[in-house]
């Protein structure tokens, strides 16, 4: 017989006031989930194998990718950044197609130095808005890292100088462990990141990679993203999700330890909150059941996971949708930068609502 999962009382509490998806806490939530069949992952068929998206969805009806709102995480193209300099890679970008720019650095091994105030008018200068950045959530063992815990007052003068709207950490909160009262702690930290960004006109947020769905050491029926998205203020601290590392996730931590099933889709996260997630990033896979993660890294559009869906599903849901969030290609280690980016530019803007949607 398949144990069922312990409440946590509190946390329950906490989910349900902030409506986000409660997993472990809330029985009904686990039985809603418990519903689904594991293998039933988007992007693919019911017996785990890939789909590919259909014909119909491009060349007829609106765009699902909303104007205005296509950037790109320059991690992407750092080759391109070390080699050619900034100016050459935006006006690539610009030229195809994309709007805004997330930065992983100010330099990038830029050639020759830049100052924040030269590369905020160079990005502008290119037609393409600076949206956000990573910065280093902690580095214990350097009290003057440049990161969150260390220089909170020196990442965010950076960021206004940039002219941010957002400023964030790609680190996932194990600062403390991965224990429930761990991540609360953690969530302490964001929150206190949170409220001094909003007090310079920015939002603070964080970004996923997969191991933010695993499960507490303490707790093992209690999802730690869950306890970041319960632990959290909505209006300090919002999210980046990395889609990508999300599916994998799904795939990795559908099942606690014990193996009771713990199913849960994406994009049912952000349709409980769309306003938390200001910012997400865009990267494909191939499944493949194979592999640790399930899938393969592509590059946008030669991959499985269905950006019509997720993207409409996302913009119908969020009054005003189509002008509150900001989709960042991104590939880790794309093998031509310059491709990876001019190919994701043609598929998400070349992808359109079926009728019906």
């Not at 640790?292 to 993207?311: A, E, N, P, Q």
Request: aromatic share 10%.
């Amino acid at each position: 017989m398949t144990r069922k999962p312990t409440p946590d009382p509190d946390l329950a509490r906490r989910l349900s006031r902030r409506g986000v998806l409660g997993v472990a806490a809330g029985t009904a939530a686990a039985a809603l989930t418990a519903a689904a069949p594991a293998a039933a992952v988007p992007g693919t068929t019911a017996t785990g194998a890939a789909s590919r998206p259909a014909a119909h969805d491009r060349g007829r009806g609106r765009p699902v990718l909303p104007p205005g709102r296509l950037g790109v995480q320059l991690y992407s193209l750092r080759d391109k950044v070390s080699t050619l300099g900034f100016a050459t890679v935006f006006a690539e970008l610009k030229k195809y197609g994309y709007d805004e720019a997330e930065f992983a650095g100010y330099t990038q091994g830029a050639a020759g130095p830049i100052t924040l105030p030269q590369l905020r008018k160079l990005t502008r200068d290119h037609g393409l808005r600076p949206i956000g950045s990573h910065v280093g959530y902690h580095d214990d063992a350097n009290p003057n890292g440049y990161t969150f815990a260390q220089n909170l007052t020196k990442v965010l003068d950076d960021a206004e100088a940039l002219g941010l709207k957002h400023i964030g950490t790609a680190s996932a909160p194990f600062r403390h462990g991965a224990t429930v009262d761990a991540w609360k702690r953690a969530a302490e930290d964001f929150n206190t990141y949170g409220e001094a960004a909003r007090a310079r006109g920015m939002k603070f947020y964080q970004h996923n990679h997969a191991e933010e769905f695993s499960f507490a050491t303490d707790k093992p029926d209690v999802r730690l993203y869950d306890v970041l998205l319960a632990e959290t203020d909505p209006g300090l601290v919002y999210l980046e999700m990395d889609i990508y590392w999300a599916y994998c996730a799904q795939f990795r931590f559908g099942r606690q330890a014990d193996g009771t099933p713990r199913p849960f889709d994406p994009l049912d996260y952000v349709l409980r909150r769309p306003h938390r997630y200001p910012l997400f990033h865009v990267k494909d896979g191939i499944r493949d059941d194979s592999v640790r993660d399930g899938y393969r890294m592509v590059d946008v559009g030669d991959g499985d996971i269905d950006y019509r869906r997720f993207l409409s599903r996302v913009t119908a849901r969020t009054p005003g949708g189509r002008r509150h969030h900001h989709w960042q290609a991104e590939h880790d280690n794309p093998a031509d930068s310059f491709a990876f980016a001019r190919k994701s530019s043609a598929h998400l803007h070349g992808l359109r609502e079926r009728c019906g949607d």
